[in-house]
Nanobody
Framework: QVQLVESGGGSVQAGGSLRLSCAASGRTFSSDAMGWFRQAPGKEREFVAGVSWSGLATFYADSVKGRFSISRDNAKNTVYLQMNSLKPEDTAVYYC????????????????WGQGTQVTVSS
């Protein structure tokens, strides 16, 4: 079983930046694909970005391409989400999740989740 803990959320103005971190423990992190999802009030949880176990393959939702960047440090068992040029519509609770080796965009393909971190972007 893996434990995931997100951090780095907060409140920023539109155009600002935040970097989220997700620390993993409890199993071999380097063999897991990691994903970031977000859920706004009244909306479904949606895929934001994913990184393969090796870090060589990354994937992004169209809504964040060119603004967000996912990366991982397997030596630190941590995955990051750098968020730039933030917009009010990015406001949501952000979750990290894991699945074996390859990235998927469907939330039900991930079997471990963190507790989430709130990101609020004001206009």
């Amino acid at each position: 079983q893996v434990q995931l803990v997100e951090s780095g959320g907060g409140s920023v103005q539109a155009g600002g930046s935040l970097r989220l971190s997700c620390a993993a423990s409890g199993r071999t992190f380097s063999s897991d694909a990691m994903g970031w999802f977000r859920q706004a009030p009244g909306k479904e949880r949606e895929f934001v970005a994913g990184v393969s176990w090796s870090g060589l393959a990354t994937f992004y939702a169209d809504s964040v391409k060119g603004r967000f960047s996912i990366s991982r440090d397997n030596a630190k068992n941590t995955v990051y989400l750098q968020m730039n040029s933030l917009k009010p519509e990015d406001t949501a609770v952000y979750y990290c999740a894991r699945r074996p080796r390859t990235v998927a965009v469907g939330r039900y393909e991930y079997d471990s989740w963190g507790q989430g971190t709130q990101v609020t972007v004001s206009s």
